[in-house]
């Protein structure tokens, strides 16, 4: 049995421990913001925050993530509090979606380090692939989450998602706590 953690929460896997994170993830756990796009490892879509590292969860396996602490886009703020999470929706960065909880987790992680990147550290750092090209916005929201981390800049919060955290327990086992 294969345990780490998970969005702040115990979990214990009783799959294979060569399982990729991202099936543990989505099949076992149903937390699927963390997209499957290429299973290798170079678009970025099922990036998610493994010990404050972007992680492409395609190309590790469970047995690799014991001990670990693992969050999703689901965890990175179940409200939608978080800054980027807030600035992509206030300027609807997003076309059709699918990169997008990557692309979020993987900014997250850039902003943690450095909350006041530039765009050639962003473009070095985020090398996530996006279909529909939204690269000039996507850089623009990464450095505006990074004004409203510093205090300088406030942005019009988006709605909640209209769905309490016991709720989504309910209907989540992974969200469930211990």
Sequence with gaps: MTKFTVNDRPVQYRMDPD????WALRDASNLTGTK????TGHCGACTVDIDGDAVRSC???????????????EGLSPDRGHPLQQVFAADNVSQCGYCIPGMIMTAAVLLKRNNDPSDEEIDAFVTNICRCGIYPRLRAAIR???????????VEAAPP???TPEDAARTVPALRRP
């Excluded at 399982?19 to 991202?22: G, I, M, Q, V």
């Excluded at 190309?59 to 886009?73: D, H, K, M, P, Y």
């Excluded at 505006?144 to 406030?154: P, S, T």
């Design 36 to 39: 499957y796009g290429c299973g």
């Design 19 to 22: 399982t990729p994170l991202l």
């Design 59 to 73: 190309q590790l396996s469970i047995r690799n993530a014991e001990g670990r602490f693992v969050t999703t886009i």
């Design 144 to 154: 505006r989450a990074g004004r409203i981390m510093r205090g300088e800049e406030q």
């Design 161 to 163: 998602p209209g769905v």
